[in-house]
């Protein structure tokens, strides 16, 4: 049996490290709906971390796999099951919608920041089975099909509607993140 020396020490978890902060989130995926926390580090947006990943005590986080904690998963068929962490495939994420705690903290300075000027358009975003409807935000000179091929996988929905309600009762939510992998139309509205 091997013995840790008094001056070896166990690895830290990732999650334990002190810049990184949660987010309240609910996940739809192709297989069920996750409600549970999420994360980021205080330096990103939800969305950045969801394209890019994070890095926590030296390892990247999050580049294929979206980790949640806390969670309450609802399955389609019916029922649900508590989890105390759980490791979602990017791939099967059909939109994350941000309950509380998506945006970096402020100091109200701009200094170091790329300041992008963004135009909202009205939109409906179809992902089966649900429909979304808010504003689709792109670079200002972008129209709506230039932003949707764009390279980054999740792209960004603000005041949002999602029709059928959801199976937590939610259909309102300030900021949705929706995988254009997974996306069978756009429409601009009128």
Known sequence: MATKSP???????????P???????VVCTTAGTFVGHTYRSSRLRLLD???KGFAARGARIGLDYMPMTD???????GGRQSMSSVHIRKANVV?????????????????GKVIVAKKPVDARVCVVPYVLVGRL?????????TSLHQEE?????????????????????EFVAVNKD?????GEAQ
């Open 7 to 17: 001056h070896q020490e166990a690895p830290m978890d990732w999650r334990s490290d």
């Open 19 to 25: 810049d990184l902060r949660t987010v309240d989130v």
């Open 49 to 51: 971390a969801l394209n």
């Open 71 to 77: 969670v309450e998963m609802y399955f389609p068929e």
């Open 95 to 111: 939109f994350v919608a941000e309950k509380s705690g998506g945006q970096p903290e402020s100091d109200g300075s701009k200094a």
């Open 137 to 145: 935000h792109s670079a200002a000179w972008a129209e709506l099909v």
């Open 153 to 173: 996988t999740f792209i960004p929905l603000t005041k949002v509607q999602v029709s059928p309600p959801l199976v937590t009762g939610e259909s309102v939510f």
């Open 182 to 186: 997974q996306v069978v139309y756009v």
